[in-house]
C-alpha cells in the first residue's frame, strides 16, 4: 500500500509562486511515476506535470510549460512542483498520484492518489 500526502496549497495573486510537496510513504516505487494533476470546478481532472522516481524524465501539459517544474528527492521520498506565474486558471485542487504504468498523463492509469491540496489564483 501506499499513501501520498500533498501540501502547500494557498491563496496568492497572479504572477506569484507557490511550491506543492508530495510525501509519499509505503512500499518500494522506484519503477513508478509520480503526477500532479489539477481538479477545477465543473472540469474533469486535468494533467499537470510528471516525474518517474528513477532517471531524467519530466512531463508537462502544454498549459503549464515553462512556468511550472516538477521534482524529486528520492532520498525523501518527496515530489515537487514548483509553479511561477502563477493565472487564474491554474486555480484549483492539486492532487498528486502513482502509477506504474507509461501513461502518466491520463487520471485513470494512476493507482494512488493524495487527498489534494487547494491552489487559489487570485487576478
Known amino acids: 500500500q501506499v499513501q501520498l500526502v500533498e501540501s502547500g496549497g494557498g491563496l496568492v495573486q497572479a504572477g506569484g509562486s507557490l511550491r506543492l510537496s508530495c510525501k509519499a510513504s509505503?512500499?518500494?516505487?522506484?519503477?513508478?511515476?509520480m503526477g500532479w494533476f489539477r481538479k477545477a470546478p465543473g472540469k474533469e481532472r486535468q494533467f499537470v506535470a510528471a516525474?518517474?522516481?528513477?532517471?531524467?524524465?519530466?512531463y508537462y501539459a502544454d498549459s503549464v510549460k515553462g512556468r511550472f517544474t516538477v521534482s524529486r528527492d528520492n532520498s525523501k521520498n518527496m515530489v515537487y512542483l514548483q509553479m511561477d506565474n502563477l493565472k487564474p486558471e491554474d486555480t484549483g485542487i492539486y492532487y498528486c498520484?502513482?502509477?506504474?504504468?507509461?501513461?502518466?498523463?491520463?487520471?485513470?492509469?494512476?493507482?494512488?492518489w493524495g487527498q489534494g491540496t487547494q491552489v487559489n489564483v487570485s487576478s
Open positions: 509505503g512500499r518500494a516505487f522506484s519503477s513508478s511515476a
Open positions: 516525474t518517474r522516481w528513477s532517471g531524467d524524465s519530466r
Open positions: 498520484g502513482l502509477t506504474t504504468t507509461l501513461r502518466v498523463d491520463i487520471p485513470s492509469m494512476y493507482h494512488y
